[in-house]
C-alpha cells in the first residue's frame, strides 16, 4: 500500500498519470505546514508516500514534469540550513518525467528567486518529509514561472 498526497482537489486530475493500485489511498491534505501536519500525523512513517502536485519554477517551462531529487525549506531572507532530504522516485508513472531537480518548500507563494539553476518551489513537500517517512517521492508539475496569476490560470 502506497499514499498519494495531493494538496488540493485541483491536483486529483494528475493522479490519472499513475496506476494507483486497489489497496492504495489518496489524501488531499490542504495548502501549507499545518494541513499536511493534521492530515498525515496518524499515517504509519513505514508506508510509502507519492507526492503528486502543481509548482513554480525559477526556469522550467510551464507543463514540465518534474521528478523531485532533493527538497528542503526556502528562506531567502535568512541564511541557515535546514535538514534537506532525498528522495525516491516515482515507480507507477504513466507518463516519463521531463526534468529532475531540488524543490525548495516555502509556507508563502514564491514569487522571485536568486537561485539560479532549475529548481521547484512548492508548499508541501518538506514538511512531509519532516514527519519522519521512510519512503517519500515526488512529482511536480510546472504550473507557473513564479505568478500567481500564471498558477491560477493553469492549476484548474
Keep these: ?88 522516485q516515482v515507480g507507477s508513472r504513466k507518463v516519463p518525467f521531463d526534468e529532475k531537480a531540488i524543490c525548495f518548500t516555502n509556507t508563502d507563494f514564491v514569487t522571485a528567486t536568486k537561485y539560479s539553476d532549475p529548481c521547484v518551489f512548492d508548499m508541501e513537500l518538506a514538511f512531509i518529509c519532516s514527519l519522519g517517512f521512510f519512503d517519500v517521492r515526488s512529482d511536480k508539475y510546472v504550473s507557473d514561472n513564479l505568478s500567481l496569476d500564471e498558477y491560477e490560470r493553469n492549476s484548474k
Design 1 to 88: 500500500m502506497k499514499i498519494y498526497v495531493v494538496a488540493t482537489t485541483n491536483e486529483l486530475k494528475l493522479l490519472d498519470n499513475y496506476n494507483i493500485e486497489s489497496d492504495d489511498r489518496i489524501i488531499v491534505t490542504g495548502i501549507g505546514a499545518t494541513n499536511v501536519i493534521k492530515a498525515l500525523k496518524d499515517i504509519d512513517v513505514k508506508t510509502p508516500v507519492v507526492n503528486v502536485g502543481y509548482c513554480g519554477s525559477n526556469i522550467l517551462p510551464v507543463g514540465t514534469i518534474v521528478s523531485v531529487s532533493k527538497c528542503t525549506t526556502y528562506h531567502p531572507i535568512i541564511n541557515y540550513k535546514e535538514a534537506e532530504y532525498t528522495l525516491g
